[in-house]
């Protein structure tokens, strides 16, 4: 298998600036604003926005919350594996909110659709938007497109595209497995 | 690490589950109980698959929250009752069942007062059982939300003392929490009149006694049981009065504890019989916790087990 590099670890960091003040010029202050990571890999984007958006631009208190969408997956007995959800953790309220949707790879789409019905579980939003940090066009199934996005990358089906966010001294960096 | 699949096909007893499938089920069941605190409680996975509730027997608890679980999960879901059914008729058990899965129904919840039933059926029908008490033998999933209902108030029962109290000989309540609490590593003590304790039921790694005051100052937690008089015509014990009196829980006796004992009841309860009301009610009873607990974890039991269903082929 071969693995190469997408985003450095510097122009990484660039992104997630840009896409903190993208998200400050629509939602300013974020008093109407509810950010939420989808599990599993979302939370790690979730997580490092809040704190360059409390680090860097002062902005506190910002509603957010991870969502599990597993029960709500359109392949159910339908994967060669179980589907083992992760934990959900909403305590916020999303009834009439701006909610942002946060994952790290938008791919299918299908996850997506999966948490556009799931957030319905718990109120329902004004308005929902996407954020991604990578996006793998032209391998959509379903008419879904980011509202943020970090960069776009061409992979061919069966690829891998994974980010590694920054654990133990290891490089926030973005890799291709190739088939 | 827990294997995300169960070793099982059907939920025909906890003798058959591993500690893993344990384990999965309770973690799963973590899973439904914070969906079914949501505003919207229900979630489409289950939506092409269809279950039938037979009940051979009464129930209110099991059967209704059996089918909230199922319509929580969006499966279709029918109901049988014995009464009003064929079977007065002179169908068999099997005849009946068959009649039912030829309907396209993909799993059975089958509770029928002969021990041994589910297996009976899982071995003559080409379904997915669910065993929702089969007579005096196994209750699965009580025992299944009994336990988690355990582990959410004292954590890991590795080492816990958990007591059973009461008609021990008639309950498959009791036999699904020895079974399981062994698997999970509690002590285990059973409390009855020597009549209402199976003969040898120390084989199965128990102790057994006939004092309720000792056995609640050694238990962390007590699991309380109702005399079962639909199921025999004997007399066990002279009177409901004396039965009260030694091995009804009551407050004089529970003052004696000096500790905190949590107070499970599978349910129904007999009010001044097996535990007096005070107790009953009081903040060291989780009766109602197991009550909601138990929808939880039968979401978690027929996702689990429809997980592994075969999936119709597309290909026509």
Not at chain 1, 20 to 31: P, R, V, Y
Not at chain 1, 121 to 132: A, D
Not at chain 2, 74 to 81: Q, T
Not at chain 2, 225 to 244: A, C, G, H, M
Request: aromatic share 6%; proline share 3%.
């Amino acid at each position: 298998m071969v693995r190469k590099t997408l985003l450095s670890q510097q122009k990484f960091e660039t992104i997630l600036n840009r896409l903190a003040c993208q998200l400050i010029e629509k939602h300013k202050d974020f008093q109407n604003t509810v950010l939420i990571g989808l599990q599993p890999r979302g939370i790690y984007l979730l997580n490092r926005l809040i704190s360059i958006l409390e680090e860097s631009y002062g902005i506190k208190n910002i509603s957010h919350g991870k969502l599990d969408v597993t029960f709500f997956r359109d392949d159910f007995r339908r994967a060669e594996t179980i589907l083992s959800p992760k934990s959900t953790k909403m305590d916020v309220i999303v009834e009439n909110k701006l909610v942002v949707l946060i994952d790290d790879v938008l791919y299918t789409g299908r996850s997506i659709r999966a948490a556009l019905t799931a957030i319905d579980s718990f109120g329902r939003p004004n308005e929902i938007e996407l954020l991604v940090l990578i996006d793998r066009r032209f391998s959509r199934h379903l008419p879904i497109q980011p509202d943020y996005l970090g960069t776009q990358i061409d992979a061919i089906q069966g690829d891998k595209v994974k980010v590694q966010w920054n654990k133990n001294g290891i490089e926030n960096i973005v890799y291709i497995e190739e088939k | 690490m827990t294997r995300n699949k169960l070793s099982v096909d059907h939920l025909l007893g906890i003798k058959y589950l591993t500690e893993n499938d344990l384990n999965l089920i309770f973690q799963t069941a973590s899973h439904f109980k914070e969906i079914i605190n949501r505003p919207i409680k229900k979630v489409p996975s289950l939506r092409d698959i269809t279950i039938a509730n037979l009940f051979f027997e009464n129930s209110t608890r099991t059967k209704l929250s059996f089918e909230l679980a199922e319509k929580r999960l969006s499966a279709d879901v029918i109901n049988f009752s014995y009464s009003g059914s064929s079977i007065s008729k002179g169908e068999n058990l099997i005849d009946t069942i068959s009649n039912i899965i030829a309907m396209k129904v993909d799993i059975i919840v089958l509770r029928h007062p002969s021990p041994g039933s589910a297996l009976f059926v899982s071995k003559n029908i080409n379904s997915c059982i669910i065993n929702a008490g089969d007579g005096t033998h196994e209750h699965p999933s009580q025992g299944l939300l009994d336990a988690y209902s355990l582990i959410e108030k004292l954590g890991n029962l590795k080492g816990k003392k958990i007591a059973i109290v009461g008609d021990v000989l008639h309950s498959r309540v009791a036999l699904s929490n020895v079974f399981l609490l062994n698997t999970l590593g509690a002590e285990i003590k059973l409390c009855a009149p020597k009549s209402l304790l199976p003969k040898d039921i120390e084989s199965l790694g128990v102790t057994a006694t006939d004092d309720l005051v000792n056995t609640l100052k050694w238990c962390d937690a007590v699991n309380m049981l109702r005399i079962q008089n639909e199921r025999t015509d004997v007399k066990f014990f002279p009177s409901n009065r004396e039965y009260s009196k030694l091995f009804g829980l009551d407050r004089e006796k529970f003052n004696k504890v000096k500790k905190d004992v949590l107070i499970l009841h599978p349910g129904p309860i007999n009010r001044g019989v097996e535990i007096t009301s005070d107790l009953a009610d009081s903040e060291n009873a989780i009766i109602l916790n197991q009550v909601e607990n138990g929808v939880a974890i039968r979401m978690a039991i027929i996702y689990l087990l429809a997980s592994k269903l075969k999936m119709i082929d597309y290909d026509y």
